[in-house]
């Protein structure tokens, strides 16, 4: 799976937040929900527009965000 196809980020949505292609929906969001416990299939069911890959994809920009980072250990 390659996020790119899924996920966007542009200065006139949603302030330049990463988001699903052709949505409102932040990767923020979904993966705020997971967190929180929601199952994949309560976001699908609250969200019209959510498909199961756009889940997907936005686990593996945060994996590929939190790759990028560097840890400075003081």
């Avoid at 199952?39 to 969200?47: K, R």
Wanted: aromatic share 10%; hydrophobic share 40%; net charge negative.
């Amino acid at each position: 799976m390659d996020w790119h196809d899924y996920i966007e980020q542009r200065p006139d949505v949603m302030v330049g937040k990463p988001v699903i292609k052709g949505t409102r929906l932040t990767v923020e969001l979904i993966l705020e929900r997971l967190g929180e416990g929601w199952p994949p299939e309560d976001l699908l069911a609250s969200y019209p527009d959510l498909q199961p890959e756009h889940i997907h994809a936005a686990q593996a920009y945060a994996a590929a965000y939190l790759a990028m980072e560097e840890t400075i250990f003081s």
